[in-house]
């Protein structure tokens, strides 16, 4: 007659990898920095110091370090791989952006 409802919870040894989460954290830090640079340098009219420059590439440094932390993630077993490829993603897209600007910067 009744009939029992299969139980949806699945449990697994899986965990969110560590690694994954600070490349993430790299990569919006280096987006934050970016954001943050581009609004003080159109205040000063594209005339910034070379403090404008070393934080940025400081934050290029960032990116380029999230990029390695998060492939290293992406070997890891036993893990969600949603912080991994996030933070990979992220950071190989800002780390091209800050390439364009700087060969930009070199050109014109």
Same mark, same amino acid.
Do not use: D
């Given at each position: 007659?009744?009939?029992?409802?299969?139980?949806?919870?699945?449990?697994? /040894?899986?965990?969110?990898?560590?690694?994954?989460?600070?490349?993430? &954290?790299?990569?919006? #830090?280096s987006?934050?920095? #970016?954001i943050?640079?581009?609004?003080?340098?159109?205040?000063?009219?594209? /005339?910034?110091?070379?403090?404008?420059?070393?934080?940025?590439?400081? &934050?290029?440094?960032?990116?380029?370090?999230? #990029?390695?932390?998060?492939?290293?993630?992406?070997? =890891?077993? =036993?893990?969600?791989?949603?912080?991994?490829?996030?933070?990979?993603?992220? /950071?190989? !897209? !800002?780390?091209?952006?800050?390439?364009?600007?700087?060969?930009?910067?070199? #050109?014109?």
């Amino acid at each position: 007659m009744f009939k029992l409802k299969k139980s949806n919870f699945m449990f697994s /040894n899986r965990n969110h990898s560590k690694k994954g989460m600070l490349s993430t &954290a790299l990569g919006v #830090l280096s987006i934050i920095v #970016l954001i943050i640079l581009s609004i003080l340098s159109s205040t000063s009219g594209g /005339n910034g110091n070379m403090l404008f420059g070393g934080i940025g590439l400081s &934050a290029l440094i960032f990116s380029i370090g999230g #990029l390695i932390i998060g492939m290293q993630s992406l070997n =890891e077993e =036993e893990v969600y791989y949603s912080f991994p490829v996030v933070g990979t993603s992220l /950071n190989t !897209i !800002i780390f091209v952006v800050y390439i364009i600007i700087y060969i930009m910067g070199i #050109l014109l």
